[in-house]
């Protein structure tokens, strides 16, 4: 195998560990934080949930947003939302999130550390909550018809591969930057994911693997702003 495509393999087991060891330790009162790091469109937390596959491949959960939200239809996303006011912190806010959309519960999501916040152009501040879901057969997947249209899983490592991916050259208040879109085919359907998604993904992955990924990412550096643009 060519070294620069080879992925250490990896267990769950080992990633709480390495995962625990690196946590970014979870921000616990990112409300009052909000106005130094948002601006007015507040915070907003994603569930990256990783489990191991019958092959023994790390995998990730995914949804297609439902196609009739006037945000972001029909794209694909990691379970998520914005932060509300009962929620102590990220993790709840993705937890709580990931119950209402997929009807994952919160018991069987053992959630390790935070990563690194991303910051979108409208300032909104997006933090990735890492949870590994140790049981999978446990979990019966069902889908908020309302916000969601489909529930499907693909292999962590490709997030770093350069294989069935492609980039859009991008500018912005004079930065010029690259998106990611990663094409996967799941049961027959092809999706695609990309933009900030596709970013969280690279993060992880690269986290998990500890390695870059096989391409040039160069990503928007406003992503990793800690002030509204």
């Avoid at 900030?196 to 990924?213: C, D, E």
């Amino acid at each position: 195998m060519d070294a620069k495509n080879a992925t250490e393999t990896v267990t769950l087991s080992q990633v709480a560990a390495q995962l625990r060891l690196v946590n970014r330790s979870v921000r616990r009162n990112a409300g009052s934080s909000s106005d130094s790091q948002a601006g007015s469109r507040g915070v907003a937390a994603v569930l990256v949930c990783i489990f191991q596959g019958d092959a023994g491949d790390l995998r990730v959960i995914l949804t297609q947003r439902s196609s009739s939200l006037s945000s972001h239809p029909g794209e694909v996303a990691l379970p998520g939302g914005k932060m509300e006011n009962g929620d102590k912190d990220e993790v709840e806010t993705a937890l709580r999130e990931a119950k209402e959309e997929i009807g994952l519960d919160q018991s069987l999501v053992d959630v390790v550390c935070t990563l690194d916040s991303f910051t979108m152009k409208n300032g909104m501040v997006v933090v990735p909550v890492i949870g590994l879901l140790h049981n999978k057969a446990a979990y019966r997947p069902t889908l908020n018809a309302a916000e969601v249209e489909a529930i499907f899983d693909a292999p962590l490592d490709m997030f770093l591969k350069d294989e069935n991916r492609r980039e859009v050259v991008k500018e912005w208040m004079g930065e010029t930057y690259l998106l990611h879109y990663f094409d996967y085919e799941f049961e027959g359907k092809i999706y695609v994911i990309f933009a900030l998604s596709a970013g969280i993904l690279i993060q992880t992955a690269s986290t998990v693997f500890r390695r870059p990924p096989d391409f040039i990412e160069m990503k928007p550096k406003f992503w990793n702003s800690t002030t509204s643009t």
